[in-house]
């Protein structure tokens, strides 16, 4: 039952493969198939459709993260540069302190 074991089959002429990899090693080698590489992990794809598949399912979260983190520094920067040094800002505490006792 070879069926089920190659579950890999070539779309130009039906030949069947077990892993993925054996899939683009063919297309590149017999077809000439421009492959499509993984920017972030190097995983090669023989669609822009699955490549894109897998960036979403594998990367996308730890392309969020890292867009947050960006976002949050760029406030903390905006911030200290708007309302002054952060020493002016405990003098500013000590001052209100000192009128309440
Ligand atoms: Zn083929
Ligand atoms: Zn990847």
């Known amino acids: 039952m070879d069926l ?3 579950k890999y089959k070539c779309e130009e002429d039906g030949e069947k493969f077990d892993t993925y990899e054996e899939l683009i090693e063919h297309a590149k080698k017999i077809h000439h ?3 499509l590489k993984c920017e972030r992990c190097g995983k090669q794809f023989i669609h822009e ?3 894109l598949h897998h960036v979403r399912e594998e990367h996308e979260k730890e392309m969020d993260a890292r867009v947050h983190k960006n976002e949050h520094q760029h406030k903390k920067e905006g911030n200290h540069k708007g309302t002054g040094t952060p020493q002016e800002e405990v003098d500013a505490h000590t001052r209100n302190f000192g009128d309440n006792f």
Request: hydrophobic share 35%; glycine share 0%; charged share 55%.
């Open 4 to 6: 089920f074991h190659k």
């Open 49 to 51: 459709k699955d490549r």
């Open 33 to 35: 198939r421009m492959i």
